[in-house]
């Protein structure tokens, strides 16, 4: 596919959730001809990646976190619920839901998503701007080569069913201005399986259509172990005790860790805490470090307790872990490089148990089955070492455990997910040919993800961008926790693919409709006439600030180009506002950069909540207001 020279092209590769809220977005954000090109290796996958898509996720499959967080947009919290009660097509439903009403607090399937995710796709595709359109692809990117016109991305289209992938016809390369990386999970072999990768009894990826279809025809007696003890363990658990397994259910664990049941009726807040200034002192070694963060994390929490006296105890140590994150980044700057990575290692599972919990639907039927007197679940502590088969045909897990050696036999084993996330041990295609070309680099401090800029641009061994080529997702766990401070899941959850989203779109429709040309000298020479926002209010800055944010946050077409036309009599009648000698041209499109970047970073501001973004923004007023 080449490009027809009339408008500029955007490929982005992946079209699970991280691309598709991106495509979502560019869709909106565009006020000039773009064509979006939304590839994608597996059909399945399409809206919903391993998380969601339906064959991997049956019916008892629920979203960790309550229904009312599950909005594709942090400007619209309830969205996902209004959908699900009042647009979802219910036909094929089981019982328990085809009824079922959605509720914020509440559990909500997974698989459900999917369609979710479509439909706000096909809405926002219907809803682009004249000349703005969508194009769904099928094809593995398995190379990328940057030009001076753009990128060129070498494409494999899928081989005809049934043939041999090396049987499928010739790569293509797709000739784009703009890439955006959306890959999601590298999964990785997980090495205390070697010896039974294709044994019937072990299952490698426990959201594929098979490893379901494993655990929905195994015997209800059978004796089954579960490599993890954590959200995705807690699914394939709740799946069979909720089809009336009675064999017993080890959790394997390295860490022993066990997530919480959020409370009802819980609440996403964020509570302004004082800064944890022992965590900035310098890094001596590891048990002083730890030392002084226990310190820190059991005062925070009481003060927590004792202040806010209304928070659920459940949830008190999610709010400090959210409260801190603002501060870590310094904190984090005074641990060496190899300590850092050893300590995200050993504590990464922690740490997402504190930030995280989970919804009572998922975790009341492990609560039950886990009773230490009758409890058909058993949670056994140690790194598994290895898993092999016995003469019976079943299978052995050895574990090391604390102190000694102890071992399982099971009639099914559930590999946990076993996700990637060092860039230089990716196997497939793309990443190899990436980094040789240098143009993706491992992140360096953590070893977590790519190397990118601060709107998630990739960047070389030297440090300067690798082109024009955005990361949305997991590629950017590294930068998230170095430069944000948000540790846990949050480096590859929703809550971050919504901003990454939001700030890659708007960044790639800016330099495809405002070129550079010195766009950001000019940038930084405004920000130095205008010395604060007070003065930029009286010029008129901020109301055009404020609608350039209702306009980003707008479905519909109508709507978005009145707004449209509203910003650009606002930038246009800034005559007092301070800028660089520039002529009206470019004085205009300078002003319209600087409140676009203002707008996204606003509309991605996580010192609130979605529900307080909304009322901070004025976004529940913007329909009422006249043209």
Known sequence: MSRTGMRPRVLIVGAGLAGTATAIR?????????????????????????????????????????????????EDVLDFIRWANLEADRTGWPAFWVDFEFVEQGPAPRRIFQDYLNDRLAEAAREACPGVVLVEADGEAVDLEVLPSGVGVTVRQPAPNGAPADRGPEPAVLLADHVVLATGLELREPPFASEVLDHARFIRDPYSAAGIRKLESLPAEADVAIVGSVLSAY????????????????????TGTMFRTYPGGHEHEVLQLPCPKALLEPYRNRGEFL????????????????????????????????????????????????????????????????????????????????????????????????????ESGRLRVSIG?????????ADLVVSNVGRESDYSRV?????????????????????????VDGHGVLLRADGEPAGPVSTVGVLREGDEIVRNGRTGAFTFNLAAIKNQSIAVAARVVEQLELPDGG???DITQFHGHVSNMEEAALAGFEEAVVLEVWRLATRALSEREVLDSRVDARIRSLSGLPAPLLDASRRDRLIRAVVGRAAVERLTDVSVTPRQLRRQLGLENADALED
């Open 291 to 390: 030392a002084r963060v226990r310190a820190e994390w059991e005062k925070a929490c009481s003060a927590v307790v004792r202040d806010h006296p209304g928070i659920d105890r459940t949830v008190v140590a999610e709010r400090v872990a959210k409260a801190w994150e603002p501060h870590l980044p310094e904190a984090i700057e005074r641990i060496p490089s190899g300590e850092l990575r050893s300590l995200l290692d050993e504590f990464g599972t922690a740490i997402a148990a504190l930030r995280v919990g989970a919804v009572e639907y998922t975790m009341a039927v492990i609560e039950r089955a886990a009773h230490p007197a009758d409890g058909s679940v058993r949670l056994v502590v140690g790194k598994v070492e290895g898993i092999a088969p016995t």
């Open 427 to 451: 196997g497939g295609p793309l990443w190899r040919n990436l980094l040789r070309r240098g143009i993706a680099v491992p992140h360096e401090r953590t070893g977590r993800g790519l190397e």
């Open 401 to 409: 455990a604390p102190g000694e050696k102890c071992a399982v036999e």
């Open 26 to 74: 560019l869709l909106r954000f565009a006020r000039r001809p773009l064509e979006i090109v939304l590839l994608e290796r597996r059909s399945d996958y399409r809206s919903a990646g391993i998380a969601y898509h339906r064959d991997g996720n049956p019916w008892d499959h629920v979203f960790n976190i309550q229904a009312g967080r599950m909005s594709v947009f942090r």
């Open 235 to 254: 699914d394939s658990a709740g799946l069979l005790l909720r089809q009336g397994h009675s064999g017993r259910i080890n959790l394997i664990s390295r």
């Open 519 to 521: 766009l950001d000298r």
